[in-house]
């Protein structure tokens, strides 16, 4: 059965940083791409970035872009978020997933695995 636990939430000012982390098991890691994902209260799950298999490709919204990097450890079965200057808007409950194949995916639909979510929230 295949779990994601993500963890690194929490409550920081405009400007801030905060890592988030996800620990995979239950399958081959490496064969699979993965995925960072936002809720925020009333609003539908959005996407936030990608990162193939191997790591080589990735991809942002354009709301982060710049602002925000994925990356992952095959050994460790590791996928993290680095997340800097954080704007109020990024409030949301962050979601790891794991992707049905190899390749990035910037819908939820390409995803067959998910974590519980992490809380982010940005005071201003």
């Known amino acids: 059965q295949v779990q994601l636990v993500e963890s690194g939430g929490g409550l920081v000012q405009a400007g801030g940083s905060l890592r988030l982390s996800c620990a995979a098991s239950?399958?081959?890691?490496?064969?699979?791409?993965m995925g960072w994902f936002r809720q925020a209260p009333g609003k539908e799950r959005e996407f936030v970035a990608t990162?193939?298999?191997?790591?080589?490709?990735?991809y942002y919204a354009d709301s982060v872009k710049g602002r925000f990097t994925i990356s992952r450890d095959n050994a460790k079965n590791t996928v993290e978020l680095q997340m800097n200057n954080l704007k109020p808007e990024d409030t949301a409950k962050y979601y790891c997933?794991?992707?049905?194949?190899?390749?990035?995916?910037?819908?939820?639909?390409?995803?067959?695995?998910w974590g519980q979510g992490t809380q982010v929230t940005v005071s201003s």
């Open positions: 997933a794991s992707s049905k194949d190899g390749s990035v995916a910037r819908i939820a639909s390409s995803y067959d695995t």
């Open positions: 239950g399958r081959t890691f490496s064969n699979y791409a």
């Open positions: 990162i193939s298999n191997g790591g080589v490709a990735s």
